[in-house]
C-alpha cells in the first residue's frame, strides 16, 4: 500500500467552492487517496482547525481515520537545512515542515496544491539533494491530480 502524506490545502481543496476545477479534480483524486496509507501531521490539524467550525466539521469527517504525524526534532532540523539551503524562504519553514515530515517518516510522496512553494520541479530536485545528503530516501512532491 502506497504511504501518502497530505498537507492542508489537499484536504481544504475539497470543499473550497471558490475553485471549483481545483476542487474536482481533489475530489478525483480523493478516490485514489483513500486506498493510500494516508498520513497527515498535527501541523496540519492545527492548520485546519484555524477554519469556520462548520468547515473543522468537514474537515475532521474527512481526515477521519488518517494517521497524525507529531512534530520532531529531526524533522524540524531537516526543514531547517532546507530553508538554509534556499529551498524554502524562513517565512514558509511549515512548508518545509511538511517534506520533512513526510522525509523523516519515510513517506515516499507529498501532495499538495502549493505551487509556490512545495509542487515545483526546483523544490523536487533540492529536496532530492539534500535529502540524499542527509540520508534520508526522495520524497515526490506532487499535486493530486498526478497520484
Same mark, same amino acid.
Given at each position: 500500500m502506497k504511504k501518502i502524506y497530505l498537507d492542508t490545502t489537499v484536504?481544504?481543496?475539497?470543499f473550497d467552492a471558490r475553485t471549483p476545477e481545483r476542487m474536482a479534480y481533489t475530489k478525483t483524486a480523493w478516490e485514489e487517496i483513500k486506498k493510500c496509507e494516508v498520513y497527515i501531521s498535527e501541523l496540519v490539524l492545527d492548520e485546519l482547525h484555524s477554519a469556520t467550525p462548520d468547515l473543522v466539521e468537514k474537515f475532521n469527517k474527512a481526515i477521519?481515520?488518517?494517521? *497524525?504525524l507529531k512534530s520532531t526534532e529531526r524533522a524540524e532540523s531537516l526543514a531547517s537545512i532546507y530553508v538554509k539551503q534556499g529551498i524554502f524562504p524562513?517565512?514558509?519553514f511549515d512548508d518545509a515542515l511538511h517534506v520533512a515530515l513526510a522525509s523523516t517518516n519515510e513517506i515516499g510522496i507529498l501532495i499538495s496544491w502549493n505551487f509556490r512553494h512545495l509542487v515545483k520541479i526546483k523544490t523536487r530536485k533540492l529536496v532530492a539533494v539534500v535529502n540524499?545528503?542527509?540520508?534520508?530516501?526522495? *520524497?515526490e512532491i506532487i499535486a493530486p491530480p498526478e497520484l
Open positions: 484536504i481544504s481543496a475539497l477521519e481515520g488518517f494517521n *497524525v524562513e517565512k514558509y540524499a545528503l542527509q540520508d534520508y530516501q526522495t *520524497v
